[in-house]
Nanobody
Framework: QVQLVESGGGLVQAGGSLRLSCAAS????????MGWFRQAPGKERKFVGS????????YYADSVKGRFTTSRDNAKNTVYLQMNSLKPEDTAVYYC?????????????????????WGQGTQVTVSS
């Protein structure tokens, strides 16, 4: 069982930055690819980005490419989502999720069903 806890959300002005963290409870976190999803009010949850368990491979949705970066520190069982140049349309609840165990260079998929464990979410609000 993998338990995930997100933190780092909050209120920021457009153009600002936030860094989300996702802490995992299990020591074998390193064998899981990790993904980030977000859900805006009244909308379905959507893929944001993912990272392989080595951290060497990443993949992003077109809407955040060039602005968001995901990374991980397996020694700390933590994955991060650095969000820059934030826009009001980035406002959502952000979730981290774990998929695996997977081969070391495989990134997490873009579909929710590919992920086995989910965090509780953290709210990000971008004001205009």
């Amino acid at each position: 069982q993998v338990q995930l806890v997100e933190s780092g959300g909050g209120l920021v002005q457009a153009g600002g930055s936030l860094r989300l963290s996702c802490a995992a409870s299990r020591r074998t976190f390193g064998s899981y690819a990790m993904g980030w999803f977000r859900q805006a009010p009244g909308k379905e949850r959507k893929f944001v980005g993912s990272i392989s368990w080595t951290g060497g491979s990443t993949y992003y949705a077109d809407s955040v490419k060039g602005r968001f970066t995901t990374s991980r520190d397996n020694a700390k069982n933590t994955v991060y989502l650095q969000m820059n140049s934030l826009k009001p349309e980035d406002t959502a609840v952000y979730y981290c999720a774990a998929s695996g165990p997977l081969p070391p260079t495989v990134v997490g998929g873009t579909l929710e069903v590919e992920y086995h464990y989910w965090g509780q979410g953290t709210q990000v609000t971008v004001s205009s």
